[in-house]
């Protein structure tokens, strides 16, 4: 790993060192709202809500507390207002289903929204229907876990993120499940933070957003049938690594967007059933390695602006295109890759072909001119095309080749 960095997550602890904390009850019988006992608590206070009633969002926190759900009770905004809105460091929420939040394109109204605070845990709740899910500004050192976010967004125009950030470092998203928003997640000016262990699926635009960011890490998520996918701009330093892309169909639509993306890795990912399973414009110095392409339309298209990326020991299976670019000058090394498309033979059994494969093929480029010639795609005519262009390459970059490919599928862990 090119870098190293360490995330201190403080956990909420409900307890004042200086004096015992008190613990409030609120439901039937008892204190008759969540927001006057909080204003009846201290700092560090626990409060427990039972679910024997619904009740009213618009909840203000301004002070450390727990704030823990009993048997799920509900938080209805009744399409009006913000669920929660935390202003103190220091507040652990969990166990709450919220729902029905307004709905405002001057203001981004959420389920949960933390304003300028830090070490604040969200934790294993529901938040349904709402308009932005978890959104965070100018918060530091929180984490964000084991949460559901479900609503129906019809358009991009009037619906908000699953989970959003801005201004934000030192966090950790993980084991979330967001569905049907605009973007799952959305990172902007968010750095040395994790993201991790969770399912962005069937959002209207992207399963992950992501710009001006640098030194984070995205594990084991999986994006899958969003409308657009996944698309990581104008950032350094990313990781990426052992993440799922699935089914992202479209005209415009691929598994990951690299934007001007420089000096990361993307390693162990699988990027399966795609219209295109990575798209780099304008990315430098990244290792891809160890990836699974599978049955994608176009596996990876790289344009000629990427310049020193290493491409190396990935399985390229079953794509329509392993390969496309913009250029005849490749400024990029490809290495030690399996393509199934590969014909050659390896006569001193070292594993590796004796001869390079030229991935690139020259009906790509008559498909990104006229695409109705899709329908020729497996006709005798275009094979006889692409075979001459590979034997004396005119069209396609006569350097672009991988002259180490392995004869086997590599198999990764």
Request: charged share 20%; proline share 3%.
């Given at each position: 790993?090119?870098?190293?960095?360490?995330?201190?997550?403080?956990?909420?602890?409900?307890?004042n060192?200086?004096?015992?904390?008190?613990?409030?009850?609120?439901?039937?019988?008892?204190?008759p709202?969540i927001?006057?006992?909080?204003?009846?608590?201290?700092?560090?206070?626990c409060?427990?809500?039972?679910?024997?009633?619904?009740?009213?969002?618009?909840?203000?926190?301004d002070?450390?507390?727990?704030l823990?759900g009993?048997?799920?009770?509900?938080?209805?905004?009744?399409?009006?207002y913000?669920?929660?809105t935390?202003?103190s460091?220091?507040v652990?929420?969990?166990?709450?289903?919220?729902?029905?939040?307004?709905v405002s394109?001057?203001?981004?109204?959420?389920?949960?929204k933390i304003?300028?605070?830090s070490?604040?845990?969200?934790?294993?709740?529901?938040?349904?229907?709402?308009?932005f899910?978890?959104?965070?500004?100018?918060a530091?050192?929180?984490r964000?876990t084991?949460?559901?976010?479900?609503?129906?967004?019809?358009n991009?125009?009037?619906?908000?993120?699953?989970?959003?950030?801005?201004?934000?470092?030192?966090?950790v998203?993980?084991?979330n499940?967001?569905v049907?928003h605009?973007?799952?997640?959305?990172?902007?000016?968010?750095?040395?933070?994790?993201?991790?262990?969770?399912?962005?699926?069937?959002n209207?635009?992207?399963g992950?957003h992501?710009?001006?960011?640098?030194?984070?890490?995205?594990?084991?998520?999986?994006?899958r049938?969003n409308g657009?996918?996944?698309a990581?701009?104008?950032s350094?330093?990313?990781?990426?690594?052992n993440?799922?892309?699935?089914k992202?169909?479209?005209?415009?639509?691929?598994?990951?967007l690299?934007k001007e993306i420089?000096?990361?890795?993307?390693?162990?990912?699988?990027?399966?059933?795609n219209?295109?399973?990575l798209?780099?414009?304008?990315?430098?110095?990244i290792?891809?390695?160890?990836?699974q392409f599978?049955?994608?339309g176009w596996?990876?298209?790289?344009?000629?602006?990427?310049?020193d990326?290493?491409i190396?020991?990935?399985?390229?299976?079953?794509?329509?295109?392993d390969l496309a670019?913009?250029?005849?000058?490749?400024?990029?090394?490809?290495s030690?890759?399996?393509w199934?498309?590969y014909t050659g033979?390896?006569?001193?059994?070292?594993g590796i072909?004796?001869?390079?494969?030229?991935?690139?093929k020259v009906?790509?480029?008559?498909?990104?001119?006229?695409?109705?010639?899709?329908?020729?795609?497996?006709?005798?005519?275009?094979?006889?095309?692409?075979?001459?262009?590979?034997?004396?390459p005119?069209?396609t970059p006569?350097?672009?080749m991988?002259?180490?490919?392995?004869?086997?599928r590599?198999d990764?862990d």
């Amino acid at each position: 790993m090119f870098y190293k960095f360490t995330i201190w997550i403080f956990l909420i602890i409900p307890a004042n060192l200086s004096r015992a904390a008190d613990t409030l009850r609120v439901g039937k019988d008892q204190i008759p709202s969540i927001q006057q006992a909080l204003d009846m608590a201290k700092p560090h206070d626990c409060i427990l809500v039972c679910s024997d009633l619904i009740y009213k969002g618009g909840i203000q926190i301004d002070k450390p507390v727990f704030l823990k759900g009993i048997q799920e009770p509900v938080i209805d905004s009744e399409f009006q207002y913000e669920g929660i809105t935390i202003t103190s460091d220091s507040v652990e929420i969990e166990g709450f289903i919220i729902r029905n939040t307004g709905v405002s394109y001057t203001n981004d109204i959420a389920g949960i929204k933390i304003i300028d605070a830090s070490h604040s845990v969200i934790r294993n709740n529901k938040l349904l229907n709402t308009y932005f899910g978890i959104y965070l500004k100018k918060a530091r050192q929180c984490r964000i876990t084991q949460n559901e976010m479900i609503t129906e967004s019809t358009n991009e125009i009037n619906s908000g993120n699953g989970i959003h950030l801005w201004d934000c470092k030192n966090m950790v998203i993980e084991n979330n499940h967001i569905v049907g928003h605009r973007d799952g997640i959305y990172f902007e000016f968010v750095d040395h933070s994790e993201l991790r262990g969770n399912i962005s699926e069937k959002n209207l635009r992207y399963g992950l957003h992501f710009m001006f960011s640098n030194f984070d890490i995205y594990e084991k998520n999986t994006f899958r049938e969003n409308g657009t996918g996944v698309a990581v701009m104008f950032s350094r330093n990313i990781i990426m690594k052992n993440n799922y892309f699935i089914k992202n169909w479209g005209s415009s639509s691929y598994g990951l967007l690299f934007k001007e993306i420089y000096d990361g890795e993307l390693s162990g990912n699988v990027f399966l059933e795609n219209s295109m399973g990575l798209y780099a414009d304008g990315s430098n110095r990244i290792q891809i390695r160890g990836n699974q392409f599978i049955r994608n339309g176009w596996a990876i298209n790289i344009l000629g602006n990427c310049i020193d990326n290493h491409i190396t020991q990935n399985n390229f299976i079953g794509n329509s295109f392993d390969l496309a670019t913009n250029t005849k000058n490749n400024k990029n090394q490809f290495s030690g890759n399996y393509w199934d498309q590969y014909t050659g033979y390896d006569l001193d059994k070292d594993g590796i072909g004796d001869i390079p494969f030229r991935p690139v093929k020259v009906f790509s480029y008559v498909i990104g001119r006229v695409p109705e010639s899709i329908i020729l795609l497996r006709s005798l005519l275009i094979d006889m095309i692409n075979f001459a262009e590979k034997v004396a390459p005119v069209i396609t970059p006569a350097d672009l080749m991988d002259e180490s490919p392995s004869m086997k599928r590599l198999d990764h862990d």
